[in-house]
Structure formats: C-alpha cells, structure tokens
C-alpha cells in the first residue's frame, strides 16, 4: 500500500540555522509529492509540489525540496530558519490518476531564539 | 477570497450524541476530502468525493461515521453515535482535480470533543 513516512516527530533548531525535514514513500511508480505547513490552529498549507522534470523544486518562503527516486525521498530543506517557520510540516504523496492524498504524520518545528 | 469554509469551529458534545459537521468547497472544485486529524494517528484520511460521488470512504469506521455530499456546495461528515475517541479535529479539503496545481486547499478545522 501506498505509504509516506516522516521520521522525525520533533525538531529543533536555531534562528539562523539550516534545516531538513525528511520524507519517504512507498508507490510503485512516480508518485506526486507535496510539502504543507499547518500553523497552530490552522489548515495546511501548500508549500511545494513536485511533479516531473527538475527534481529540485522551489517553494514559498524560501523553501525548496529534492527529489531522489533511487532513495524514494522528497526531503525539505530551508538555508536559514525563522522563528516565523515553527510550524508542523506534512509530506503528502498523491497517487496518480486516483487524486487520493496521503500525508505523513507530520514534523513539528520548534525554533529556538 | 476563495476558501473552504467548515463548521462548526468547536463543537462539545457527550458520548452518544449526534455530530454533524459541515464543509463549503471552494467553488469550482470537484474533489472533497474529509480528513481527521489527532495527536497519535497525525492526518488520516477518511472520505474522498470527486464530482458529489464517494470515491474511498475506507478510512472511516462505517458503522457510526457518514460522509455525503447533498451538492457541490456542501459536504456533510456526520458521526452517530458519537465516542470519546471521536475526539479531534477534522478538517475538509477541496481542490480541483486534473490540474497542473494538483493543490488542495483546506478548511480550517472543527475541533471535535466528546466527553
């Protein structure tokens, strides 16, 4: 079955530092991969998508993500944290022709001053 | 500004009671999902209509939960009875599907609890 893990239930980080929240699927074929951000007591939020081509996608606020198929990985990354990012962080992949989303269980960012 | 507009924002309720939240798509879209939301299980998928018709209700536990859609305005999640481990939030999306975006836009929640 389609499946999307995020390894780290927390992370903490430094204002000013550099950040990577990772994410892995499971889908046989070349899923679609998103990242949402949900601040507290808010919906989610779009941050990026991939769907083909540049495996190196860019995102709002700074954000991008990597797409590696040999590791079924769409890591997020940030060169330089702001206190304003503390958030949870979803990774999402939706399975092709079906538009069935399926989030991980999310990465809660703390951001240490 | 389009947005997906859900209610109640809260809702308290005792076990055993009838639950019905509501979800206002964005106009335009034709995919609605129902997801619920908890500290343990993180985002779980419980029901998805694309075009007013169910197209996976899998997720949800058929023998108290519903989902409908009466038309394309509104979307109905109903629990009955109503649990303490009902007890989340609950959050509709919408989106519009196929389409380069492939975004889904979400409603900002109902807070479910149940005592």
């Known amino acids: 079955a389609q499946s999307v893990t995020q390894p780290d239930i927390h992370i903490t980080v430094s204002e000013g530092a550099s950040l990577e929240l990772r994410c892995n699927y499971s889908?046989?074929?070349?899923?679609?991969l998103f990242w949402y951000v949900q601040s507290p007591g808010q919906g989610l939020q779009l941050l990026l998508k991939?769907?083909?081509?540049?495996?190196l996608v860019q995102g709002i606020k700074g954000f991008e993500a990597e797409f590696k198929r040999s590791q079924s990985s769409f890591n997020l990354r940030k060169p330089s944290v702001h206190w304003s990012d503390a958030a949870e962080y979803f990774c999402a992949v939706v399975i092709s022709g079906t538009y069935k989303y399926i989030f991980g269980t999310g990465t809660r960012l703390k951001v240490l001053a | 500004d389009a947005r997906v507009t859900q209610t109640p924002r809260h809702k308290v309720t005792e076990m055993g009671q009838e639950v019905t939240m509501r979800c206002q798509p964005i106009?335009?879209?034709?995919?609605v999902f129902w997801y619920r939301q908890t500290m343990m299980q993180g985002l779980e998928l419980l029901a998805y209509?694309?075009?007013?018709?169910?197209?996976?209700d899998s997720g949800m536990p058929k023998d108290r939960f519903s989902a409908e859609m009466p038309d394309a305005t509104l979307a109905t999640l109903k629990i009955q009875p109503s649990e303490p481990r009902d007890s989340a939030v609950y959050f509709c999306a919408s989106g519009l599907v196929p389409a380069n975006t492939g975004e889904l836009f979400f409603g900002e929640g109902s807070r479910l609890t149940v005592l």
């Open positions: 106009l335009g879209h034709n995919t």
């Open positions: 991939y769907f083909s081509g540049d495996t």
């Open positions: 889908y046989g074929a070349t899923p679609y």
């Open positions: 209509f694309r075009n007013r018709a169910p197209l996976d």
